[in-house]
């Protein structure tokens, strides 16, 4: 027996339907905001994460999914999606669409994590890119439409944080003063921490260690040193939530995990799933596409993981639709009865109505037992007797009435009977 690689999960064919619920608010999202799907390879090559993605994150450090192909690439799969849409708007030429350019996408990601409650190797993500614009209406546009996305999924009791990591210019102030007071602590802290001090001291407010978050409570926070025109654009990203009467907070800590930000950064989280309770992050990245070799243009996007989204669903309990079933069952007695069933299946499946027969030879009796467990609405059997009088008697699983029904007319009969579907 071959199990399962550790960290990955199996969607089964019972629970799928939860997926595509999950999947089709996010595409119904996307319609209304006007994104357009756009989908790239599941393995890239490895440079573009070191530059996209950073080398000093923990993605690109310890959880990478790499390796040399037969050719002697150093290949990776994609640990997160915007770097390859970054490559994809970049390799295609999409800087002379008409701007904004607005994308989504819903993608498997890797990373060689330690698996957990809401944390897994092998993870899917829906994300939203908007390449071109650098006005904070963007900025807002991009949380409602994750803010939306939530909502069409039921869940509450998510709280939206936000903050500004300013840019190019204010971050190098604050590099200095992050430095100046983290030098005297860094004894205590761990061995990442030094690297990042020497490399990139922002990354050091991200830490997971206990010592570390401990040592940063009091370190400066990046919105007292914004510079003008970070400043203006934070407080602006603020006015238009708060005339939409969207609840957020300030958190001067949130700093995320990936590099690539600049300016807004934002998180969604709950306390419902445990410590892994982000199930979606985004923010600004004005300089990714320049650092990719495009044009510098700015952008911004959000990622939700799809996993921890469930998993918040299934523990706060909100409702899914139900599990699709057959609209009809049709049995068959005999060897001729099974045949008109199958040909009033093929007929009715033809119109768009899912049908159901038996495909295992059983009696009556089990034909029925099953009948009920597939959760079919109507239920009938066909028999010698049936034939003879061109009329079946359906059953209505819901009231436990029948109704005697022409073979002819049971496309008609369904079709009036659509509440009960
Ligand atoms: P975390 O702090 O939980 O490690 P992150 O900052 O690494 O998250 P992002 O790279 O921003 O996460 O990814 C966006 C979203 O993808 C996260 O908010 C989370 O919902 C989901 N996600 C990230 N890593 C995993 C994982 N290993 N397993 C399942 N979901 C994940
Ligand atoms: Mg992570």
Redesign the pocket.
Known sequence: MINIPK?TKDVLPAQSYKWSFIEDAAREVAKVFNLKEARTPVFEHTELFLRGVGETS??VNK?MYTFEDKGGRSVTLK??GTAGIARMFIENGLASSPMPVKTFYITP?F?Y?R?QT????????F?IEVFGSASPQTDAEVIFAASAFLDKLGIKNVNLQINSIGCRICRGEYNKAVKNYFAPKLDGMCQACKTRFEKNPLRIL?C?EEACKKTAEGAPKITDYLCGECKTHFQSVQRFLKAQNVEFSVNPNIV???DYYTKTVF??VSTDIGA???????GRYDNLLEELGGAALPAIG????????LLLMENTKVEFPDEPSPVIFIGGMDCESREKAFEIATYLRGKGICAEIDHMERSVKAQLKYADKTGARFVTVIGENELVAQTVNIKNMRTGEFQAVKLENIYTYLVKEKQLW
């Open positions: 960290g923990d993605v959880e640990p997160e990601c990373r994590e698996p809401g944390r897994l190797r092998e993870f899917h993500q994300g991200d997971k995320r995990g990936l998180e969604f892994q309770g982000t199930v979606c992050g985004g959000f990622a939700a993981g799809l996993e921890r989204l």
